[in-house]
């Protein structure tokens, strides 16, 4: 199947075509996000979860 791929990439077309079809149908659902960074982001992530939990990160250090 190996050799026989590279035969077949040269009959049917560029490699870089396919590809760039296969992104394109791929990326076709993506949906942007709402601000500047990805959702990923993680000084972004951090925040949020230190506003979520802010009020036990207050209770521990109250405690000890």
Do not use: C
């Not at 992104?23 to 951090?46: I, N, Y």
Request: hydrophobic share 40%; no cysteine.
């Amino acid at each position: 199947m190996l050799i026989a791929s590279e035969v077949m990439a040269l009959a049917d077309g560029p490699t870089e075509v396919h590809k760039s079809s296969v992104a394109r149908q791929v990326l076709r659902e993506h949906k942007p996000v709402d601000g500047l960074w990805p959702s990923t982001h993680l000084p972004a992530r951090r925040a949020a979860a230190r506003a979520k939990y802010a009020n036990y990160f207050e209770h521990e250090a109250a405690t000890h």
